[in-house]
């Protein structure tokens, strides 16, 4: 399985973004994936993950209600919507997925699979 994030970019404090992570080697639908962050100088964290068994999806607090997961498996694509972007989003955003039925997978241990990050930079 490979993963493959894009979308990444400079965007103004209040705009959109959509992340795409495109899947290869398997059936996304077959798979939970996830999308984690790694700001400068800080951990890689949990940003929200979607399950391939049951139509589900969490998130982390503070991306509730602001960021949503997709799945287009026509396309073998999942995309991380996120709206209404803050400075504190600026990161490097990566997607990873996993065949596991553990739910929800939240750290990064629980996914097998990782993609190369894309940078999104939020300016005040």
């Known amino acids: 399985v490979q993963l493959q994030a894009s979308g990444g970019g400079l965007v103004q404090a209040g705009g959109s973004l959509r992340l795409s992570c495109a899947v290869s080697?398997?059936?996304?639908?077959?798979?939970?994936v996830g999308w984690f962050r790694q700001a400068p100088g800080k951990e890689r964290e949990f940003v929200a993950t979607?399950?391939?068994?049951?139509?589900?999806?969490y998130y982390r607090d503070s991306v509730q209600g602001r960021f949503t997961i997709l799945r287009e498996n026509a396309k073998n694509t999942v995309y991380l919507q996120m709206d209404t972007l803050r400075p504190e989003d600026t990161a490097v955003y990566y997607c990873?997925?996993?065949?596991?039925?553990?739910?929800?997978?939240?750290?990064?241990?629980?996914?097998?699979?990782w993609g190369l990050g894309t940078l999104v930079t939020v300016s005040s």
């Open positions: 990873a997925a996993d065949r596991g039925t553990k739910w929800p997978k939240t750290r990064s241990h629980e996914y097998d699979y």
């Open positions: 080697g398997r059936p996304a639908s077959s798979l939970s």
């Open positions: 979607s399950s391939w068994r049951i139509p589900a999806t």
